[in-house]
C-alpha cells in the first residue's frame, strides 16, 4: 500500500481542519436562573411541562429530581476516561399505582462537562493499517490538533425511575440513554459513539449507602419546618455501573465516517455488556414536591411551577 504525500496529508488535514473549524461554530446555551433557599439545586426543573402541570396531587403527584457528581469515570471498550461534573435533572410524576413518568428539561436531562481523552488523536486512532488515517496520524506528531474531549449527552428522555433505589444499594435508579459526542477538529462535527435510535443506556446504582436528610420550606426556598414543599437529601454515594454495550462510533472524519474505523477498531467498539463502565464519585441527589399527598389537589403541578417560579432571583 503507498504511502500518502506530504501534499497529500497536509491537504487532507487542512480540509479537516477547516470543515471542523466551521462546525465547532454553535449556538449559545440559555443561562439557568439562580433559585432561592432549597430550591437552589433544581435550576432545570421542566415544572411549565404540560404533564407536570396537569399532576393533580392524588392520582398523579409532581416531583424535580437533580443528581449531581463532581468528578468520576467512563471505561468505553479500552479508553478510560475521567470524567468532569456531571447533572441529571428530570421532572417526575408519580402514579398512584406505584409506577412513575419521568420529564426531560427541555435542555435534555443530562449535562455534563467535557472530558478530556488520553492521548488524543493519536491514542484514539494511531497507530493504524489505513493508509490514509497513517498519513493524518503522521501529521498529528506534535500538534495542537491531536487533543480531543468526550462529552456526555442525553438522546432521549430517562425512564424506569425508581424513588426507592436512590436510598438503598445495588438496584438501578434510573435507565438514562445517552451518547458521546467525541470533538476534535479532524473528527468533524457529527462524531459519535451511540445515536438516538442505538444510543447507551446507563442504569446508576449505588454501591453504598447514601446519607439521608430532610428539610421542609415555604414555596419561595425559605426554610420552614410547617411549610408546604419537601425536599429529600441523599448524599454522598458512590454510583456505578457495569452492565451497558456500547456501539461503534459513526460520523467521524469529514461527517461522513472516514475515520470511524480507525477510531473502532483501536477503542474495541463496539463494546458488548460485562467490558464497560461508569462510576460517579460523591453522588449528591435531591428530590422536591409538596410535602403530602393531596397538598394543593387537584392543581399541585400548577402550584409547583408557581413556587418554582417565585424563588427565581
Known sequence: MPRLSTRTRLATVSALTALGALASLGTATAAEPTLNGEWAPFTRCPVDHPAMLAADGFDRTPQCVVSTSASG?????????????????????????????????????LVAEPATVPGGLLGLMCPSDIFVITGICESLEN?????????????????????????????????????????????????????????????????????????FFQGDGTPDAAGEMSRIDLTGATQNDDTFAVPAATGCGLNIGLINAAVNAKTGLPSASGHNSLTLANTQTHLTGLNAPGTAAPDAGKVLAENWHSAAQ
Open 73 to 109: 469515570t467512563i471505561k468505553l471498550g479500552d479508553t478510560t476516561v475521567v470524567t468532569g461534573k456531571t447533572s441529571l435533572q428530570m421532572g417526575v410524576v408519580q402514579n398512584a399505582d406505584g409506577t412513575s413518568s419521568v420529564v426531560a428539561p427541555a435542555s435534555g436531562a
Open 143 to 215: 500538534s495542537s490538533l491531536n487533543k480531543i474531549t468526550a462529552t456526555m449527552e442525553s438522546v432521549g428522555t430517562p425512564y424506569a425511575f425508581d424513588q426507592t433505589a436512590g436510598a438503598l444499594t445495588d438496584l438501578p435508579i434510573v435507565a438514562l440513554p445517552v451518547r458521546i459526542h467525541l470533538e476534535n477538529p479532524l473528527l468533524g462535527s457529527k462524531c459519535y459513539i451511540g445515536t438516538a435510535a442505538n444510543p447507551i443506556v446507563l442504569r446508576p446504582e449505588n454501591r453504598d449507602y447514601p446519607a439521608f436528610g430532610m428539610t
